[in-house]
Nanobody
Framework: QVQLVESGGGLVEAGGSLRLSCAAS????????MSWYRQAPGKERELVAR????????DYADAMKGRFTVSRDNGKNTVVLQMTTLAPEAPGVYYC?????????WGQGTQVTVSS
């Protein structure tokens, strides 16, 4: 079965960086659209970044452009979100999502806290 496990969350200072990982099992990430979402308390879950199976092209939410980078490690079957210059809006639970055709799966999320 499809399983996604996020890791790498924690406490980081404003302006700092953090690397999140999404380890996948039950499928190959390079054949899926893999996305990162963020959900702050009381807010809807919002798209952060996305990487497509075909060629590994990426796109980002406007606020993350130039600061966040999503990539794949195909050997580890893992998707990575490298976050830099973390801003006050960055805190929240970050979720990994896998999509292929009508199949959609979510991880359990990893908490990111930003201090100033």
């Amino acid at each position: 079965q499809v399983q996604l496990v996020e890791s790498g969350g924690g406490l980081v200072e404003a302006g700092g960086s953090l690397r999140l990982s999404c380890a996948a099992s039950g499928f190959t990430v390079s054949t899926y659209v893999m996305s990162w979402y963020r959900q702050a308390p009381g807010k809807e879950r919002e798209l952060v970044a996305r990487i497509f199976g075909a060629g590994g092209s990426t796109d980002y939410a406007d606020a993350m452009k130039g600061r966040f980078t999503v990539s794949r490690d195909n050997g580890k079957n893992t998707v990575v979100l490298q976050m830099t210059t973390l801003a006050p809006e960055a805190p929240g639970v970050y979720y990994c999502k896998a999509v292929r055709l009508r199949r959609q799966s979510w991880g359990q999320g990893t908490q990111v806290t930003v201090s100033s």
